[in-house]
């Protein structure tokens, strides 16, 4: 039987391939995007494809694509939350509709995406149950420098997904992926990226120059990207995060390296806290 995929941010980088790598498997996909008549694909027919207008920023448009989905489909079996941006520059250069906007999309808007993806799985559809991946970056388990709200936005995602993982009970048979990138050759370091205002005190970096410089260099082929995701949507039992691409495995080995030095080097400290006497619960 085929999956049904809803996929946010269709219109360009890995949720463009995403959609592609769902028809090619003969699955059924709902693309989305703000503007979801500009969106083409290879293979697509009434049976496999609906296009649905999606905004992040705009729950009812959010509501009236999983109705959409619901009344072409049936059911929802995976919803991957792909859409966001990158907004780069050091942190005083950001003005605060900026970092308002980044958040907006990158995290609240993911919110209201994952709610109804909820509510859908749980109670709208028989048998219960289906994937939930929430596209975050290896900037959601490292910081980086000139992205510090996008981190923010990022991490703010891995906190809540983990938590949120804690509180769904098993026969639901809902899961949820943080599928963290690395760097891939898509649109997000060219065009998609919005750069701050220039701040004279950090003339010693030039965000916008030193993003240009990697933009069409980095490791990831977002086609191969694009399997992965599919790769862990369709697993019995996906993890709860993973990365994807050969510097963000390099990248979260050396910060999980890092995390045990510091801890262990501070254990002391970390230990001498507790009240006299005290006893762990067993």
């Known amino acids: 039987m085929p999956r049904v995929f809803l996929i946010t941010g269709c219109s360009t980088g890995f949720g463009q391939y995403y959609v592609q790598e769902v028809l090619d498997r003969g699955d059924y996909v709902v693309a989305t995007a703000r503007k979801p008549e500009q969106l083409k694909f290879e293979g697509t027919n009434d049976k496999n494809y609906l296009a649905c207008r999606l905004d992040v920023l705009d729950k009812t448009s959010i509501q009236k694509a999983f109705d959409e989905a619901l009344k072409r489909f049936g059911r929802i079996d995976v919803v991957c939350n792909n859409a966001g941006y990158g907004l780069s520059g050091c942190f005083e250069e950001y003005k605060d509709e900026e970092i308002k906007r980044q958040m907006d999309i990158n995290f609240f808007g993911l919110l209201d995406v994952t709610r109804i993806a909820l509510e859908t799985m749980r109670d709208k559809q028989k048998p219960q149950g289906g994937r939930i991946q929430q ?29 949120l993982s804690h509180e769904l009970k098993p026969e639901w048979n809902i899961k949820l992926t943080c599928i963290e990138p690395g760097g891939f050759r898509t649109d997000w370091a060219g065009r998609s990226m919005a750069f701050a205002e220039r701040h004279p005190a950090y003339d010693h970096i030039d965000a916008k120059s030193n993003m240009e410089k990697r933009h069409g260099n980095q490791a990831g082929d977002p086609k191969k990207g694009a399997k992965a995701m599919y790769e862990f949507a369709v697993m019995d039992d996906p993890p709860l995060r993973s990365v994807i691409g050969s510097d963000a495995y390099t990248a979260i080995l050396d910060k999980l390296d890092k995390y045990e030095q510091n801890y262990k080097k501070y254990e002391r400290i970390a230990n001498s806290t507790d009240v006299e006497g005290y006893q762990k619960p067993s």
């Open 135 to 163: 596209v975050t970056s290896i900037g959601g388990q490292r910081g980086v420098p000139t992205f510090s709200l996008y981190c923010a936005s990022k991490w703010a995602v891995e906190g809540f997904t983990e938590a």
